[in-house]
């Protein structure tokens, strides 16, 4: 069972949420202001059960898929993954993946049909959930995965901002142009933010893998711009994300616990420095727990902030 944990990489799991308890915070912080806004608990919790079926579906997807790209060997930086170490089969990690594709994708109908009934709107969601199921197998999965063309970053910052954010919010308030979206109120600034930060941990991830990525023929953007730009690119990443949540919280005009999340920048503030000051790539995997785990403070922070705002 160590194993298959491990496969799962539980550590990835509160960055994949992240998005889910943002939409579902401000679903309820505007359920009190605008007229057709609702919080539904039931939504938040298949939402959170989809989001994490999905991230171990794409953690073992990747496991495998990175195996058969002989990108996980011996140069690499990062932890050794369960197919490389022979801890489980290949065919095992198919059959573990067709299993949490299929559990996802039945939570996601789940999810849908909970929040939107039966509708074309739902046919819609379907679609975006059958999306999502394909980005998280084929990142680095099958023939052409798309994380070796340099394409994870646009991916993540799609479905853990965009979509995880605004959808989340949609299903709870079945709107996306209503009042809630006016100037000045705007839930896009949010779902932008934690796209950037989301992109930021991928971002990590492959300036540590930069030397065995490049040799294994995986295009990351990180290989494709090298290491002195991806730090730039990493500190716009961070930086923009704080940004964007400033902007948001400041058009509000609310009260002070809605800049809670700045109590998370001090740590922002070390790892940036920490990224810059890593001469060895080694130096750069324990910043991928720091990112990920202050991304999802600042989650925690910023929705806390909204709800003790109503």
Request: net charge positive; proline share 4%; hydrophobic share 55%.
């Amino acid at each position: 069972m160590k194993h298959w944990l491990h496969a799962f990489r539980l550590r990835t799991l509160p960055l994949a949420v992240s998005s889910i308890i943002v939409g579902s915070a401000l679903a309820h912080a505007y359920s009190g202001i605008f007229e057709g806004v609702a919080f539904h608990p039931w939504v938040f919790v298949l939402a959170l059960l989809t989001s994490v079926l999905l991230q171990i579906l794409s953690n073992l997807a990747n496991d495998l898929g990175d195996h058969q790209h002989g990108t996980d060997n011996a140069h690499r930086v990062g932890p050794k993954r369960a197919v490389q170490s022979g801890a489980i089969a290949p065919a095992r990690m198919k059959r573990a993946m067709v299993i949490f594709g299929l559990l996802a994708f039945i939570s996601g109908c789940a999810l849908i049909t909970t929040a939107l009934g039966l509708s074309i709107t739902t046919l819609a969601f379907l679609l975006l959930g059958l999306g999502a199921i394909g980005a998280a197998v084929k990142y680095t999965f099958g023939s052409n995965p798309y994380g070796y063309a340099g394409l994870g970053d646009i991916s993540v910052f799609l479905f853990f901002g965009i979509v995880g954010v605004l959808g989340t919010f949609y299903l709870h308030t079945n709107q996306l142009f209503g009042e809630a979206f006016r100037p000045g109120s705007t839930v896009l600034l949010p779902a932008i933010a934690f796209g950037l930060l989301s992109a930021g941990v991928l971002n990590v991830n492959n300036m540590r893998d930069i030397q065995n990525d490049g040799a294994s023929g995986k295009r990351t953007l990180v290989v494709r711009m090298g290491s002195a730009n991806a730090r730039i690119y990493h500190t716009v990443l961070v930086i923009g994300g704080i940004l964007c949540l400033t902007a948001f919280t400041w058009l509000q005009h609310g009260p002070w616990t809605m800049w809670l999340f700045l109590l998370a920048i001090p740590g922002f503030i070390i790892h940036l420095k920490r990224v810059f000051a890593a001469s060895d790539p080694r130096a750069l995997d324990p910043q991928l727990k720091v990112l990920a785990m202050g991304t999802f403070l600042t989650a925690l922070l910023f929705s806390l902030g909204l709800i003790l705002a109503v």
